[in-house]
């Protein structure tokens, strides 16, 4: 420091005693003058002045337990609005006549202190407006030796300084300058947005901020302010409180629709029309608010709430309701203090007709609250009742948000009383009919049924009950109490269902029960109908590319429908094993019996351990794997299918859910829509007319969980691979071996999925080592010559290869199948589906007057180049059993904002899902 380096120039034993004092004095200030005093940091104590106000006003009185005991006077309402900065006189009411419509038809304004004032207790939450500091705000600071000695030229200006009253930056008192005068700014000014800007700081008189109004009232912001007025740092080392009393600077405007309108129409749009967007507002000079205000207003412009379909309120059915002005939704119009001359108002209407209009007049005043109720000229309008809904509850919650009531009349001096409300009925099922027992179970109470009223709404929440059913617990409760099936001496044949039907074979198998079972040793669907299927591992087709004798592991032409026959019994298995499970204990106690024709893997499927899951079994001779079954653990139903109709009017029967999902959590509500119920809310006393009434919607929604994986295959393999990276047993892993492998080796190691051979050969993309184009589709030849030269018909003339993974009946699909998914039937055409994404769409059956829907998961993939799990949740794609030249497959492919029915761009050692389509 600059002070020892002196003292050290003085000698050894006076710097000491000096330095010693110095270090002392360095240690008290925190790092000297500059720096403030130690433990001085500049806080700020936050609060709002129209919160201050309304508790006043709601302070119990003496010998009573609630405020307004009585009427209230004029001397004690006038008082509480003094600490708002306004009087009885501010808080107008006038009728302003309306032009257009059917001429009887007027607006009543009406206005109250605060900025749409909600009452405070501790059961109830604030509607979302800036009535406290709750995001970061803006705070300037002036000091000086004395009070009436503050500096004009700030200590520190537009400082960044956190909600709950502290800075951002550390700054602190000095005690050579103890008085301090400071202002607060919300929302916080920055330079990211330029509707709100303050003073510089080399202005050297009381600052300001220079405001515009957004016109899309949805965008706009509140504007608060506060001075503290003189602060002294009067004690050293401890830091004088500092209050920052907020108040608000503009004026809400809101709409809402009287009680005894006699024609129903729907507002859509409302429009605020010549309002000043722009002006300079002074902050107050003390802590009381004085010497604030506007000067400079300029630039009319149009203010727009709705035409975008944001707002659509029937005015036969929002009786008394606000129907702008619900700041849950930022629906309220937050405006420069004015007078209102020029200024008018249009209502438009959904059906076309002509708008009405309305010119204001009078002025907007900070820190108020103005409603213009759409009514008739008849109405009565001393007694006012205004109620809003709360946002719709998630299926998940047991409490909503906020409803308000707000319930008060206008005596002839200007004076606003409250009005005692309560709720007199419930339409539960819609039909217009309101009654105490109407109330719908699933609504367990009001936390507010009556109320005291007055010019600040009471709020209160409903508490709900929820109505969710854990369908994947049901799932696995079905699998493990389901009828065990076989037994270990006659184990269940899951290729004849039992002995119940003629032997098909396949690579994949739902099991539903558990029990003992047994699968045929055959090579995939080499038996169908209980006869050989030759056609299914040989094709007649003299094409390039085309495999004419499908392999077996040792990448030996197949020879025979059963393993054990197959090339002179050369590859009879002789032990099996497990090669990956997603849950534990699945599968236990495999073997391999038989011999010929008459040979089988068998296994138990315990009750215990049976859950909704995916295996794959593999039998081994000497330890190689000769060939694998995927073992799909799900109810039946599963296999259940859905008639799909393509833009071109194909059919496809496509089977309930994507080949081997797994999910990890499916929950839905018992209902299928929104339920809501109609709460009436009528005022306790009112003229002859009749009592004012008023009616909250509470609402909850309908909804889901669905999640969960499914096995993901490589083009042309019949090995399902792990669509999740938690592998519960055996082994899973990716082989990076460029250059390909053979079909036989990936027989071998169904274990494995294999990267793209790479390089610049034609199969560049592809997992094997020699791309073929007919490993799903034996009589397939390649796309550029199927239509042309053989006249292939899709879909129809598809044969299923011992090579295609699904279960027996099914096959993979034809590249045309997904078509009827987009509206018009071209990649990137608009979606046809059935609600909101829930990880995944709901696809219509149909394009036309579609009668169910198909869901298909956003599985995500396996990366083509690495095996990486990638866009779960986000992506979904399926494989066709067709292929764009030799390197790609064809699939559908699809997003939240896309669907792609065929996608002619995969690469063929890309993970993908599979969804079979019956035979």
């Given at each position: ?54 508790n006043a006003m709601m302070a119990p009185v003496a ?76 705070s300037i600071g002036y000091r000086g030796t004395t ?211 309305a010119n204001l007049s009078g002025t907007w005043k ?554």
């Amino acid at each position: 420091m600059k002070t020892t380096k002196f003292l050290l120039s003085l000698g050894i034993f006076a710097s000491l005693g000096m330095l010693a004092s110095c270090a002392d004095d360095d240690l008290t200030n925190g790092g000297g003058k500059e720096d403030g005093d130690r433990g001085t940091a500049v806080t700020f104590t936050l609060s709002d002045a129209q919160e201050d106000a309304q508790n006043a006003m709601m302070a119990p009185v003496a010998g009573s337990t609630r405020a307004f005991s009585g009427e209230v006077t004029r001397a004690g309402f006038t008082n509480a609005l003094s600490m708002q900065g306004l009087t009885p006189e501010d808080l107008t009411t006038q009728k302003l006549p309306v032009l257009g419509g059917d001429g009887n038809t007027c607006l009543i304004e009406t206005t109250v202190a605060g900025v749409n004032p909600v009452k405070h207790t501790g059961a109830q939450t604030r509607a979302n407006i800036s009535t406290a500091i709750t995001d970061k705000f803006s705070s300037i600071g002036y000091r000086g030796t004395t009070a009436a000695g503050i500096s004009n030229t700030p200590w520190f200006h537009n400082k960044e300084t956190n909600s709950d009253g502290t800075l951002v930056e550390d700054i602190r008192w000095a005690w050579e300058q103890p008085y301090g005068r400071f202002y607060g700014i919300s929302p916080q000014v920055t330079t990211a947005y330029n509707k709100l800007t303050v003073s510089g700081a080399s202005y050297t008189s009381t600052p300001y901020v220079e405001f515009e109004v957004e016109q899309d009232v949805k965008k706009q912001k509140d504007l608060m302010t506060a001075c503290s007025g003189v602060v002294q740092y009067a004690t050293r080392f401890v830091a004088p409180e500092t209050n920052l009393r907020f108040r608000h600077a503009l004026t809400a405007v809101r709409f809402k629709v009287g009680s005894n309108l006699s024609w129903n129409k729907t507002i859509d749009k409302v429009e605020i029309i010549g309002a000043m967007s722009k002006g300079k507002y002074t902050l107050p000079t003390d802590e009381t608010g004085a010497g604030a205000g506007w000067s400079n207003q300029s630039d009319p412009q149009t203010f727009t709430l709705g035409g975008d379909g944001t707002v659509n309120v029937s005015t036969s059915a929002a009786v008394n309701h606000i129907i702008m002005g619900n700041t849950g939704d930022n629906y309220t119009f937050y405006m420069i203090p004015q007078s209102l001359s020029g200024v008018s108002v249009k209502i438009h209407f959904a059906d076309g007709s002509t708008p009405i209009s309305a010119n204001l007049s009078g002025t907007w005043k900070p820190g108020t609250t103005k409603t213009y109720a759409l009514s008739q000229n008849t109405s009565t309008w001393q007694y006012q009742l205004v109620v809003t809904d709360p946002a719709a509850a998630a299926y998940t919650s047991t409490t909503t948000g906020s409803y308000t009531v707000q319930s008060y009349r206008r005596a002839p001096d200007g004076t606003q009383q409250p009005v005692k409300w309560k709720v007199v009925g419930y339409d539960g099922n819609g039909d217009g009919n309101y009654s105490m027992t109407d109330k719908p179970s699933w609504l367990t109470s009001l936390s507010m049924e009556e109320g005291d009223g007055g010019t600040a709404a009471e709020a209160g929440t409903a508490t709900l009950k929820t109505d969710i059913v854990d369908l994947l617990a049901a799932r696995n409760k079905a699998l493990k109490s389901a009828k065990a099936l076989g037994s270990a001496s006659s184990p269940y044949d899951l290729s004849t269902k039992g002995g119940s039907v003629a032997r098909s074979t396949a690579n994949s198998y739902v099991i539903s029960a558990p029990g003992h079972y047994e699968i045929p040793l055959v090579y995939g669907n080499a038996i169908t109908g209980g006869v050989t299927n030759s056609h299914a591992y040989s094709s007649s087709v003299p094409n390039r590319g085309v495999l004419q004798h499908f392999k077996d592991h040792a990448d030996h032409d197949i020879t025979d429908p059963w393993i054990t026959q197959s090339n002179s019994g050369a590859n009879a298995p002789d032990n099996a094993k497990v090669v990956w499970a997603d849950e534990s204990g699945l599968v236990t106690n495999l073997s391999v019996t038989g011999s010929g024709t008459n040979a089988f893997v068998k296994f138990e499927v315990p009750a215990s351990a049976i859950k909704n899951g995916n295996a794959v079994i593999a039998v081994t001779k000497g330890g190689t794997v000769v060939w694998s079954w995927h073992l799909w653990f799900a109810p039946q139903n599963v296999l259940n299918t859905t008639a799909v109709t393509n833009k071109d009017g194909a059919v496809f029967s496509l089977t309930n859910e994507n080949l081997g999902f797994k999910y990890t959590a499916w929950r839905v509500t018992t209902y299928s829509a929104p339920h809501s119920v109609k709460v009436k809310v009528e005022q306790t006393i009112g003229q002859a007319g009749g009592k004012q009434v008023g009616y909250i919607t509470i609402t909850q929604n309908n909804g889901s969980v669905r999640e969960g994986y499914n096995t993901l295959y490589q083009f042309g393999r019949k090995d399902a691979l792990p669509g999740t990276n938690a592998i519960a047993q055996g082994s899973f892993s990716i082989d990076n071996t460029a250059g390909g492998r053979s079909i036989g080796y990936a027989i071998q190691h169904p274990e494995n999925m294999f990267r793209n051979a790479g390089g610049a050969s034609q199969n560049e993309f592809d997992w094997c080592n020699t791309s073929y184009s007919n490993l799903w589709s034996t009589d397939f030849p390649d796309l550029w010559t199927a239509a042309t030269v053989y006249h292939f018909v899709f879909g129809q003339d598809d044969v299923k290869t011992v090579y295609d993974p699904s279960p027996a009946g099914f096959k993979l699909p034809a590249l045309n199948t997904f078509t009827g998914f987009t509206t018009n039937g071209e990649n990137y055409g608009p979606k046809n589906v059935r609600g909101a994404w829930e990880n995944g769409w709901n696809f219509n059956n149909k394009i036309s007057s579609p009668d169910a829907t198909v869901y298909f998961p956003a599985s995500g993939l396996r990366s083509f180049t690495n095996g990486s799990l990638n866009n779960v949740g986000s992506e979904g794609l399926c494989w066709t059993c067709h292929l764009y030249g030799l390197p790609y497959g064809v699939s559908l492919s699809f997003y939240q904002r896309h669907v792609i029915p065929y996608d002619d761009i995969r690469e063929r050692s890309s993970g993908c899902s599979v969804r079979p389509v019956s035979e």
